[in-house]
């Protein structure tokens, strides 16, 4: 028996500090009192021991406020008025930052969202460093954007963002924003504020000018905040489907922008002549990378009938390999899942797709008894009409359904409200470029699955929102065009 | 060690003793394999790569891998000073610690298999000759089948052939086959391992195919290189041998091992090739019977390892015999 | 006590990341010092190891070539001092840092910019995507001695092209000092190559290099001599940009034009069916 030794990634690396304010006007401070219990204290919380790992200050309607007039004068007076090549510079600045404080940012990330050190380390991180080093050099070539010869921010940009990502998240927000000449507020996720707070440091360490970037932690009531006050010009969300909804309706009629990036069920298509172990490893990706806390996740299989019981042999003796544990384990593949409200939901749809005649499987796992835990795992038996085939689960959970012909794939594969990502795999190029052109989707990955790039457009059609970050694409939404 | 064989239907396995009868089921067979995906199989091996052996799992590994290595000398110059010093090496690798396990075996040219049988007697290492003209097996048949019954005759246990890779990339697939059914023949109780020489053959596709064809031709082992050409051992070609073990025992029930071999010269490297048996064909195949490492320098880099592990320390090349 | 006796540099080519002397054993004076006089078989090494260095650089990631090219720039940034010393303006040595940077920014955008789908009238996905020429020969301009080079040399290296490059006779200081900034920014050896001494002599054979994919003839001030080597180009079909036709103003952008000289245009076509 072949068992890896256990091969923790030392926390050592992180200055984790016992409490945290708002970060405003480039400086650390505490937030004005809230009006409904006057506590503004929270903590944030490892979700796989349940430990405490700081206190994060949530802000209020004051707080967000001070911190959009902060956003303002800094875009009136020092960001707006500076040329590119400088905004480009500071960007580079924060870049390089970012790479030399990248496995102290990569612990931080696992310790307060649950993902496994492996993938903070080797995909989070360096994409996040890519993100601002891509956005860095636009800065000062907007007039080559193909946005006309002297295109204009929008001024303020409140962005609110979600818990699967923290830091790459908050980078393809700031980063896109900062570059075309914006000045951000940013509302991080409630359960993983901490590598926002340490990012903010990080623009100290860079000089960013004070109100260029302001971070107010919080909960919903503070995304509220931020996406309703009228000194915010432009609205930039990612989060559920149904938040994005509500935004939408509170910004209907006023003069502010709006880009939304929401959820996804997105369908993973087999064909019987994909490269199967590839194909195997794409689905095992597609649903199980960031414990399938992931808004473009392969949460369908649709896997080509002929094939089936071979597909789900080598699918289900893959699975079994996977490890789930101790995130800053470095060979841990699936960590914890984010709170106990993500779980409660997980379980439900889970047995909801066991009540509506599904068949589950997982393989055996051990899980800890302390912390946020769900074991992979594949629906046999579902169909379209199914729960956990239409409704988003947004954990490790896979729904396998089953298609004859190139065009039912793409039937079923359409047939949803949402409209984010879609996997196809087989082997002829002009079938991948047949279905590419028919798949309602804005993200489509042909024998590969999550792969990302900061010059790669990413968004959804339909319910999966509108808008596009990353690419020469994504300085749309931050310009005045 | 070798077990859990699974079950065969007996429909399966009498399907694919049909596949060698012509060149045109050969040809299907072969080509209806399912593909490779490179950039795929690669990340999959790069992946596989970043696993963490430490402490208890480290220290198992390296003494597995050394158990592991087939010590090869393949050289115009070789001697019989030259095989009885690597022979000696083989049975006591480290001469200040009686508790570093042997090697599996020594690896040599068919002249030097006499030399090699008389040192290696009573030791229980395996005796491997390369044969067929290695290293590029441009010989007529009556003449590669002869020097494989001369190794097998002079005292070698175990047999290092090499493909016919001209008639492969030219699609004779049943000349291949026949030739590998003729060697089988003529290695008598030795064991055959083939050797695909992956560097000439470039794509994934064909390597798999080219295991497939092995395997069903009789091979017990299939290996990656002679070490001669450029490219030699890499990690997602050997992910992609030890996925064609794995299906075709679940196809056949037979077990087939893998054994890559040049470049591959740290233990760093021979852990990763360890990490990837396990979480590919299995712990089945992490049994010197079922996998090796045809290497030389390799040897020298395992025990520098072991001892740091012992001692706490980093060693130097002082502390390990060049033999 | 006495004073300090200062070490002196000396001035030699730059070619496959090192610094060797003309083959020839030349030098010349400049400034009382004495530079290297590249010959003809330096321009032929030099075009070999530039040819030697284009797959790898050219097969780089977008990305990674734009790292480099910004680590170039924070090195030329904590050299300022040695440039101002030599004689170059501060003002100077400030723009040609960003130009780096600027440069450094389009390695992973020019192929946004400057290719595209193309929408055929038939069942075929289309795509043209830029690819850089190969090996490039440029002829720097005299002044400004450090914006000018650098102006001549980032644009055509950024998208994976290598570059031999002619300094001109009166500049070549900051040249060989701009080579041990390359020389420590993690560029890989052979993707710029600069050979001092006189362009006169070792242009035409570099123009007429049948390994060269590509002529920058920017530097040349002589009409004549330019459309010899014009001329001389044309053996190869070398694509070729000729000296600006109005005096170039050096610290404005720098537009798209000196990246998509020395760029192919592939396309490609695939059909669409099930």
Redesign the interface.
Known sequence: MFEYAPAPESRDVVDLKPSYGLFIDGEFVDGEDREADGAKIRTSVNPATEEVLAEVTWAGPADVDRAVRAARRAYDEVWGPMSGRNRAKYLFRIARIIQERSRELAVLESLDNGKPIRESRDVDLPLVAAHFFYYAGWADKLSHAGFGPDPRPLGVAGQVIPWNFPLLMLAWKVAPALAAGNTVVLKPAETTPLTALLFAQICQQADLPPGVVNIVTGDGETGRAVVEHPGVDKVAFTGSTEVGRQIARAVAGTRKRLTLELGGKAANIVFEDAPLDQAVEGIVNGIFFNQGHVCCAGSRLLVQESVYDEVLDALKRRVARLRVGDPLDKNTDIGAINSATQLARIRELADAGVAEGAEPWSPPCDLPDRGFWFAPTIFTGVSQSHRIAREEIFGPVLSVLTFRTPAEAVEKANNTPYGLSAGIWTEKGSRILWLADRLRAGVVWANTFNRFDPTSPFGGYKESGYGREGGRHGLEAYLDV | MLAGMTATPVSAQSDLTEVGRSEATLRRFLHGL????Q???E??AAMLA?????????A??IDLAIRMVDLTTLEGADTPGKVRALTAKARRPDPTDPSCPAVAAVCVYPSMVPVAAEALRGSGIHLASVATAFPSGQAPLEVRLADTRAAVAAGADEIDMVLNRGAFLAGRYLEVFEEIVAVRAACGDAHLKVILETGELVTYDNVRRASWLAMLAGADFIKTSTGKVPVAATLPVTLVML?AVRDFRAATGRQVGVKPAGGIRTAKDAIRY??VV??TAG?DW?HPDRFRFGASSLLNDLLMQRNRLRTGVYSGPDYVTLD | MSERVAVRKTYKLFIGGRFPRSESGRSYPVQNTNVALASRKDVRDAVVAARAAFAGWSGATAYNRGQVLYRVAEMLEGRRDQFVGLGVPAAEVDEAIDRWVWYAGWSDKIAQVYGNANPVAGPYFNLSAPEPTGVVGVLAPAEPALLGLVSVVAPVIVSGNTVVVLVAETAPLPAVTLAEVLATSDLPGGVVNLLTGRPSETAPWLAGHMDVNALDLTGVTDPAFAAELERVAAGNLKRVLRPAAEPVDWYADPGLGRMTAFLETKTVWHPKGV
């Open positions: 399912p593909g490779v995906d950039v795929g199989a990340q999959r970043t696993r963490s052996i430490k402490t208890t799992a480290k198992w590994a996925e360890l990490v396990n979480e712990e992490l």
